[in-house]
């Protein structure tokens, strides 16, 4: 397993910009797909994107196309989701989790992050 650690949360207005980042603890790091999740509570945890281990392909999840985008910095052990014009629904704690598949489902996911709260203001 991995160790990641997140950071870039904070408070911002509709429509600002916030950008994660998802450090990785190991060399091994750029072997796992990334996956960015969140969660609200008493919601469960919402898969947001993800991205391969070679950064070649990366998916999202629809109401985020357009507005987020998750990139790979393999030499620097790092993942980032930048997101772009914030809306109060994307409110919520941010996970960064990493496994062997580039999959929308968390169980999939064996090394998480401790999450980092993003609160967008109306």
């Known amino acids: 397993q991995v160790q990641l650690v997140e950071s870039g949360g904070g408070l911002v207005q509709a429509g600002g910009s916030l950008r994660l980042s998802c450090a990785g603890s190991?060399?091994?790091?750029?072997?796992?797909?990334v996956g960015w999740f969140r969660q609200t509570p008493g919601k469960e945890r919402e898969f947001v994107a993800a991205?391969?281990?070679?950064?070649?392909?990366?998916y999202s999840e629809d109401s985020v196309k357009g507005r987020f985008t998750i990139s790979r910095d393999n030499a620097k052990y790092m993942v980032y989701l930048q997101m772009n014009n914030l809306k109060p629904e994307d409110t919520a704690v941010y996970y960064c989790?990493?496994?062997?598949?580039?999959?929308?489902?968390?169980?999939?996911?064996?090394?998480w992050g401790q999450g980092t709260q993003v609160t967008v203001s109306s």
């Open positions: 190991r060399r091994t790091f750029s072997s796992y797909a």
């Open positions: 991205i391969r281990w070679s950064g070649e392909r990366t």
């Open positions: 989790a990493a496994g062997f598949r580039m999959t929308t489902e968390a169980t999939n996911y064996s090394s």
